[in-house]
């Protein structure tokens, strides 16, 4: 773990990286592709964008994040233990019987998550609620919502979308993992998902897509969805199932990988690289 003062973005998404890595390996199998394409969006919300304080997780002036895509949940943990919310050590809790940190989040067993998720296409509803209750009572807390491509095959998110924008929740940003994959194929062999970001302008979305693979392009889509003062944003982050990790990214279904010879061999290459980010090589 690095000093967290010390840290800029690439380390801090190479840390949760790192952590979400060994959370995976050490229990087997688990979400990793859509665990993997969210970590540079992690690193910016906790290490930058996302008003939290974790000595007091129930802050009321807090930010909140909905991770409407549940099944991403272990790299959720990585950020949130990095974080100080708990002990680095619970991440290899994770799944297993009495854990704090089942696969998918859980408000009542995880300190940091505010919405229980896992059943996909549930988390832009319960952001319309959140922003709407801020609105009433004039207050400024953002509701950062992720979602993904694969999730939007639903019809829920898109009723909630409508609602979000023609009540102009503009503390609303909406980030849709573009990753391209569902869990058994691509999306567009499913069901396809055409134009997200001319989808959500027609929604009433402020829309735009962003290389969601650095932390820098994610920072600056935050910071521009920031200045808009009359609609919610929606940021279409152009990411890879598996991303940061070539050998993973190259496994054609890695919704969920259960981790054989070569993918504990690749993991542990892994490691030492992004160890060699986290301490710039003076470990
Ligand atoms: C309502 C519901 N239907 C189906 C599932 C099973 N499921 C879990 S993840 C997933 C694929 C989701 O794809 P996507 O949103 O693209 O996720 P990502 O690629 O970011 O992992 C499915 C179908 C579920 N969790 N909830
Ligand atoms: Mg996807």
């Not at 840390?15 to 969210?38: A, T, V």
């Not at 994610?218 to 990411?239: D, Y």
Request: with cysteine.
């Amino acid at each position: 773990m690095v000093n967290l003062k010390m840290r800029d973005l690439t380390v801090f998404a190479a840390d949760i990286r790192k952590q979400l890595l060994i959370e995976l390996r050490n229990f087997g199998f688990g979400h990793l592709g859509g665990s993997m394409s969210i970590v540079e969006l992690l690193a910016v919300l906790y290490g930058s964008e996302l008003k939290h304080n974790p000595k007091e997780p129930n802050w009321s002036e807090r930010d909140f994040l909905i991770l409407s895509k549940g099944h991403a949940g272990p790299a959720w943990y990585a950020a949130l233990a990095l974080e100080g919310y708990f002990p680095i050590e619970e991440l290899l809790t994770l799944n297993k019987p009495y854990t704090n940190l089942p696969s998918h989040p859980d408000r009542l067993k995880t300190i940091g998550v505010d919405m229980t998720s896992g059943s996909l296409g549930q988390g832009p509803s319960v952001a319309a609620g959140l922003c709407e209750g801020f609105k009433l009572q004039n207050k400024d807390n953002y509701v950062y919502v992720v979602v993904g491509d694969g999730e939007l095959n639903e019809g829920q998110p898109w009723e909630a979308f409508q609602y979000i924008a023609s009540r102009n929740l503009n503390h609303c940003i909406v980030f849709i993992d573009e990753n391209k994959k569902q869990l058994d194929g691509t999306t567009d062999e499913i069901v396809k998902s055409f134009d997200f970001v001319n989808k959500m302008r027609a929604f009433g979305f402020n829309s735009f897509r962003v290389d969601g693979k650095h932390t820098q392009t994610i920072l600056e889509g935050i910071r521009k969805a920031k200045g808009f003062s009359q609609k919610p944003t929606c940021i279409v982050l152009e990411t890879i199932k598996g991303q940061g990790v070539k050998h993973f990214e190259d496994i054609v279904l890695n919704h969920v990988v259960r981790f054989n010879n070569d993918d504990v061999k690749a993991t542990d290459e892994a490691l030492v690289e992004l160890d060699s980010i986290i301490y710039g090589g003076k470990e």
